[in-house]
């Protein structure tokens, strides 16, 4: 299946290169735009890079021969990223995503030193002219994750399997348990940090340990299907992670939170080729599609979708934000006024977690 | 609740432990004979992605264990022609063995991402294992249980039989076994071979069972705990049981403790302990040479070439 | 025989990689060329390759007079680890201080935090007869998870966003590019002026005569009066300390900070380069080259043919598979000439 499409970008990337020692030619109408991924696993982990790589198909999928795609996988954070991303703009890419945050720093001096080359970095803060940032609102998804939690956990507990406490996973835990809150006010969150993104035996032992110790729905902030696996094996429930994992838990899985890079990047390609494209930092979501709800599993019943559902349309229609205050934190003190929304410069700095986390 | 969450405890630990065991198991026989193969951890890859590409082809997960034996046997004796055969370097050869199974189980694996299949499941009928004190004891796969027998059927074999003493004569002194006539590299051959497949079987554990799925890199980096627990347990089949369900102990608990709300020490301190334990063992056998048995195989990582 | 080996084994392996990627339903022969020429083809990439070359060829040079005196220290990637945090330790001590004297302070502590992290195993070998094989590879392990506690933990940016990764050095703590805009940072020539050093060093002086000696013929050693414990010490700390240079090197240039990526495995290439090397210095060189020209050309190959990065690192493992294999054509030559050698070359 991978082989299949890569056979696609073989043909394209052939005529591209072999056109690299002409820069004159690029100019031309017909040469298509050159767009290139950097990856920061393989594009088989079924998780981050997974996601990211169905954007780029998306891309090509949109845009046919008007654009040509190619991208490095497995590219270590650090040094071989600043040399790949330069690479990726010898060999005629005009707009290149790096798409891990370990890219920050080479993508800041790639952008420098290569002016005429748009960059894209995810989930980044650092920004130039020619180097624009972009995340996903995926604490959004989390609320209504955690809205069904709190209706369906019959303990009140809901185990979270987490990877490191930088601010985007913490946003996301918060998000989740005072969406819970909401419907259930003593409801709490167990979060075990396994520091690790990706280790899918450990991911699955936490689960079962999360389960074991009282915890009924499990959702995670690591990358593989395991927890899931593990939840459906006892016939518990949870949440997917960056794609819909029901085809690995039919029974468990209540929905997932789909990372959807595809609207984000065909918005940006279009500009690319319009010859609007400017730099900035975009944050999509629910709204602009870029976090999906992926449909609901048979165990959730129809006034909890109805529920869910509606927060949703809230989050979309923006009348309701999953952070606004009041919101205590662990030590009782009141972290968010009434009716005050956290902006967006908070939660980038988030590092403290709502009374009900327990961590 | 109490004893729920105590056989539950037990059973995590059980599985936890049991690719580390058979992966190391196989590991020991083969320095037992006097080779150091570094590459568990593509061995184990291969096994994983066999494995799972087998049972997700014919819909059976026992099928599935049989290629990934298949698959850990044929990549350990890519490790055998080099350095038995061809008397190369085997830390040189053992990591380009690992590199090789962390890219080929990638490219084997690439059609299978995002299937699933039938994991193994219990061997035993569930109304053995109905009541929570029988499921600990019947309630698990078939690996468990081999993973196991096969620690018992190596310790003996090693220890009372002809053909174990051979192997280590072997790897205690091959050019002396040489002289009395035993074919050393036939025995180094299949003391490789019988740890390709062991790790075969390790990794299909991961991709079987475990985590039923193939993603890249499954194994998380197993085969090295595994290489340690060889040397941790000083080279006794006992001593491996032991060191495997130790680790497999501390890591669920710390998990468990950590779900209870309080830390043990630091999860990088906690990583760093099988290793410092290791170097500790190794000294203390070091220090106190006992029987043969427990020291390391003498001829350990030395290529032999029956001139 | 000694130096067509290599290039017969990269001809094997271009050989079966067309065949293989051909099989594979790639354009065979355009991967194997992306691979192996297009990363060569064009000066600009000289620049890259030299920057992952350098510290191959600074621990595989470390490493090779061990291997040479059969000390077998499989670690180095723990002693470059080890470097970088040491040398980290005084950037981040001296950080927002200023002076000419706080870069060679970090290399100089680079340096003996690889040498003490190479200590133990030698330790351990000469006091108690431990084998330094596994020691030193279980004390890799240790010095990875010793970086991921620094940088999740104390030594953690306090403007970064809880994100686990250190400061990014100041320009006094930062390894100079040799030219304006160059990619090249002070640490290659280094890299590779210690290298040819090493070189001198063993054929010409008496301590390189009994490292030698001592790896070839141990019992000749001890009637010659050579120590095996001075050159088991001589030889890891030596080890230690240039794989710990290469590591504060790698930190305080590409790098400019510490982060729980930056053991990329460098010290475990560079026992693959060392033999590759034939343990020669300039071999070693050459041998970093070929491996840093098969990294980037897999880029390159993924870019041009969407050949994966797993089929890259199948290539890589033919690549030794080969050189390992045809090594058997020389070994049985010295054998030959002298049985001495057959159970010492192990």
């Given at each position: 299946m991978v082989a299949v499409i890569t056979r696609r970008s073989l043909v394209a990337g052939a005529a591209g290169a072999a056109a690299l020692p002409f820069a004159g030619a690029a100019g031309s109408a017909q040469t298509p735009l050159g767009i290139g991924f950097v990856y920061v696993g393989p594009t088989g982990d079924y998780g981050w890079t997974y996601a990211h790589d169905q954007g780029r198909k998306a891309i090509e999928a949109e845009f046919g021969s008007k654009v040509k795609t190619s991208y490095v996988e497995n590219v270590a954070e650090g040094p071989d990223a600043e040399r790949v991303l330069r690479q990726l703009a010898t060999a005629g890419n005009k707009l290149i995503f790096a798409t891990s945050f370990g890219f920050m720093n080479a993508t800041v001096r790639a952008a420098r030193a290569l002016p005429n080359v748009w960059f894209e970095h995810a989930t980044g803060y650092q920004r130039a002219a020619n180097l624009a940032t972009y995340n996903a609102r995926f604490y959004e998804g989390r609320a209504v994750c955690g809205t069904i939690a709190g209706h369906l956990s019959k303990t009140g507990t809901a185990g979270y399997i987490a990877s490191f406490p930088i601010p985007e996973v913490v946003m996301g835990i918060s998000a989740f348990t005072l969406a819970a809150q909401k419907v259930n006010p003593n409801f709490k969150t167990k979060v075990l940090w396994v520091s690790t993104w990706y280790d899918p035996a450990k991911e699955a032992d936490a689960a079962k340990a999360l389960m074991d110790q009282g915890c009924d729905i499990l959702t995670q902030h690591t990358d593989s299907p395991a927890p899931l696996q593990a939840a459906e094996a006892r016939g518990m429930l949870g949440f997917g992670q960056a794609s819909d994992m029901r085809t690995y838990a039919p029974k468990a899985q209540l929905t997932s939170i789909v990372d959807d890079w595809a609207p984000y990047y065909i918005r940006r390609v279009r500009m690319a080729l319009d010859g609007t494209w400017k730099s900035g930092d975009t944050w999509d979501g629910l709204k602009e599609g870029a976090v999906r709800i992926a449909p609901y599993g048979d165990a959730v019943p129809e006034n909890v979708r109805r529920e869910a559902d509606r927060v949703k349309e809230e989050i979309i229609a923006g009348a309701l934000h999953p952070l606004t205050g009041p919101i205590k934190d662990q030590k009782g003190e009141l972290r968010v006024k009434e009716g005050e929304r956290m902006t967006d410069e908070q939660l980038s700095k988030m590092d403290w977690y709502p009374a009900g986390v327990q961590s | 609740m109490s004893t729920a969450l105590l056989v539950s405890f037990a059973m995590t630990v059980a599985m936890a432990s049991t690719p580390i065991l058979l992966a190391s198991l196989g590991e020991l026989v083969a320095e037992k004979a006097g080779v150091l193969n570094l590459g568990v951890e593509g061995m184990m890859l291969i096994g994983a992605v066999t494995g799972f590409a087998a049972a997700a082809l014919t819909g059976s997960a026992y099928l599935g264990l049989l290629a990934a034996m298949l698959g850990g046997l044929l990549t350990s004796l890519i490790f055998a022609a080099l350095t038995l055969g061809l008397s190369a370097n085997q830390v040189a050869t053992g990591l380009a063995l690992t590199i090789f199974g962390v890219g080929a189980s990638a490219l084997i694996g690439a059609?299978?991402?995002?299937?699933?299949?039938?994991?193994?499941?219990?061997?035993?009928?569930?109304?053995?294992?109905?009541?929570?004190?029988?499921?600990?004891?019947?309630?698990?796969?078939?690996?468990?249980?081999?993973?196991?027998?096969?620690?018992?059927?190596?310790?003996?074999?090693?220890?009372?039989?002809?053909?174990?003493?051979?192997?280590?004569?072997?790897?205690?002194?091959?050019?002396?076994?040489?002289?009395?006539?035993?074919?050393?590299?036939?025995?180094?051959?299949?003391?490789?071979?019988?740890?390709?497949?062991?790790?075969?079987?390790?990794?299909?554990?991961?991709?079987?069972?475990?985590?039923?799925?193939?993603?890249?890199?499954?194994?998380?980096?197993?085969?090295?705990?595994?290489?340690a627990l060889v040397v941790f347990a000083s080279w006794r089949p006992a001593r491996l049981l032991a060191g495997a369900y130790l680790f497999g102990a501390v890591m669920t608990f710390e998990l468990h403790a950590k779900a209870a709300g309080f830390a043990l020490l630091p999860p990088e301190i906690l990583a760093m302990l099988p290793y410092l334990a290791t170097i500790l063992v190794l000294t203390l056998i070091s220090v106190r040479p006992g029987r043969v048995s427990t020291a390391a195989p003498a001829c350990l990582g030395k290529a032999f070439s029956p001139a | 025989m000694l130096y067509a080996t290599p290039f017969l084994a990269?001809?094997?392996?271009?050989?079966?990689?067309?065949?293989?990627?051909?099989?594979?339903?790639?354009?065979?022969?355009?991967?194997?060329?992306?691979?192996?020429?297009?990363?060569?083809?064009?000066?600009?990439?000289?620049?890259?390759?030299?920057?992952?070359?350098?510290?191959?060829?600074?621990?595989?040079?470390?490493?090779?007079?061990?291997?040479?005196?059969?000390?077998?220290?499989?670690?180095?990637?723990?002693?470059?680890?080890?470097?970088?945090?040491?040398?980290?330790?005084?950037?981040?001590?001296?950080?927002?201080?200023?002076?000419?004297?706080?870069?060679?302070?970090?290399?100089?502590?680079?340096?003996?935090?690889?040498?003490a992290w190479a200590a133990v195993p030698a330790f351990l070998r000469t006091r108690f007869g431990v084998s330094e094989i596994l020691t030193s590879l279980m004390l890799t392990y240790v010095a990875v998870q010793l970086l991921f506690l620094l940088v999740r933990g104390p030594w953690k940016d306090p403007e970064g966003f809880n994100f686990p990764q250190t400061r990014m050095f100041t320009p006094d703590q930062t390894l100079p590019a040799i030219s304006e805009g160059s990619l090249i940072h002070l640490g290659i020539p280094i890299a590779l002026l210690v290298a040819c050093i090493a070189w001198l060093l063993l054929a010409r002086t008496v301590a390189g005569y009994e490292v030698k000696v001592v790896g070839l013929a141990p019992a000749a050693a001890r009637h010659g009066g050579f120590s095996e414990r001075r050159t088991i010490w001589l030889t890891l700390l030596g080890a230690g300390g240039l794989a710990g240079l290469a590591g504060i090197f790698e930190a305080a240039g590409p790098f400019g900070q510490l982060t729980p990526q930056f053991p990329g495995g460098y010290g475990y290439t560079a026992i693959i380069v060392a033999f590759l090397g034939r343990l020669h210095p300039v071999g070693i060189i050459l041998a970093a080259l070929v491996l840093a020209v098969t990294h980037v050309g897999g880029e390159l190959a993924q870019t041009g043919v969407g050949l994966p990065q797993a089929a890259t690192g199948m290539f890589q493992a033919m690549l030794l598979f080969f050189l390992l294999a045809t090594d058997v054509l020389i070994r049985f030559r010295p054998v030959l000439a002298r049985p001495a050698r057959a159970r010492a070359a192990a």
């Open positions: - | 059609p299978f991402v995002g299937r699933t299949i039938e994991r193994l499941g219990p061997l035993l009928p569930q109304a053995l294992a109905g009541h929570p004190v029988l499921r600990v004891l019947f309630g698990y796969d078939l690996l468990v249980y081999l993973a196991l027998g096969l620690t018992a059927v190596v310790a003996w074999w090693l220890r009372y039989t002809r053909p174990g003493l051979v192997l280590r004569a072997v790897g205690e002194s091959d050019t002396s076994a040489h002289a009395i006539g035993y074919p050393v590299l036939a025995v180094r051959t299949g003391a490789v071979a019988f740890g390709g497949v062991l790790a075969g079987l390790a990794g299909a554990y991961f991709s079987l069972e475990l985590t039923p799925m193939w993603a890249d890199r499954l194994t998380a980096g197993r085969g090295w705990i595994a290489l | 990269v001809a094997l392996t271009a050989a079966a990689g067309t065949i293989v990627f051909g099989l594979m339903g790639y354009d065979g022969p355009r991967a194997v060329r992306d691979i192996f020429v297009a990363p060569l083809a064009h000066p600009d990439r000289w620049p890259e390759l030299l920057v992952k070359a350098g510290p191959l060829a600074l621990i595989a040079t470390g490493l090779s007079v061990g291997f040479r005196a059969n000390v077998w220290n499989i670690g180095a990637e723990g002693q470059y680890i080890a470097g970088a945090i040491a040398g980290t330790g005084v950037a981040l001590a001296t950080w927002g201080l200023s002076g000419a004297w706080i870069l060679p302070a970090m290399c100089l502590a680079g340096m003996l935090g690889g040498m």
